[in-house]
T-cell receptor, first 109, second 116 residues
């Protein structure tokens, strides 16, 4: 079992839908990142969380440290949101990052 | 552009050859990470540096892999005696000193290695 699990692995949505991507982890962490990777493109950091909730535009990220779970929400989804979304955690108090396998999102017009 | 830069973007080599990749992080970033990503998979941690010190190295890294960051600025990743299984995208990322309140990761565009 992977230390960081994402669900779903693949997600297809219609434009305008509310989207949720989940991340569960089994190790102690000091922070969690949500990353975005477009096909053939580089990786962009969306959020770094250590507690609570963060919002940026249509993106919202939450984390529950006790439940070892984080969610990334996209409101009013758009085809340009189509990408791979990756959850990564900082293990304990080291700098080592452990990545989830990614969630491939396709938003259809 | 003051982002993370990697060189080369693409590298094609024959099995058994040595290759070296370079990563230039954002100048004020103390942490530098190397990852490897194959098609359809999430990135795999390889190693990371705090300034010039290599703090951790993945068990995935065989003795054929070595990384350096001699002056705490740019880093190199060398693969000796390449094998076809080494074919992947090699990614570099940097971040400010650990503990910064708004620490994000900044990724380079990667070096795509193809071993024939």
């Amino acid at each position: 079992k992977n230390e960081v699990e994402q669900s779903p692995q693949n997600l297809t949505a219609q434009e305008g839908e509310f989207i949720t991507i989940n991340c569960s982890y089994s190790v102690g962490i000091s922070a969690l990142h949500w990353l975005q990777q477009h096909p053939g493109g580089g990786i962009v950091s969306l959020f770094m969380l250590s507690s609570g909730k963060k919002k940026h535009g249509r993106l919202i990220a939450t984390i529950n440290i006790q439940e070892k779970h984080s969610s990334l929400h996209i409101t009013a989804s758009h085809p340009r949101d189509s990408a791979v979304y990756i959850c990564a955690v900082h293990s304990g108090n080291t700098g080592k990052l452990i990545f989830g396998q990614g969630t491939t999102l396709q938003v259809k017009p | 552009d003051t982002g993370v830069s990697q060189d080369p973007r693409h590298k094609i080599t024959k099995r058994g050859q040595n290759v070296t990749f370079r990563c230039d992080p954002i100048s004020e970033h103390n942490r530098l990470y190397w990852y490897r990503q194959t098609l359809g998979q999430g990135p795999e941690f390889l190693t990371y540096f705090q300034n010039e010190a290599q703090l951790e190295k993945s068990r995935l890294l065989s003795d054929r892999f070595s990384a350096e960051r001699p002056k705490g600025s740019f880093s190199t990743l060398e693969i000796q005696r390449t094998e076809q299984g080494d074919s992947a995208m090699y990614l570099c990322a940097s971040s400010p000193t650990w503990g910064a309140t708004n620490e994000k990761l900044f990724f380079g565009s990667g070096t795509q290695l193809s071993v024939l």
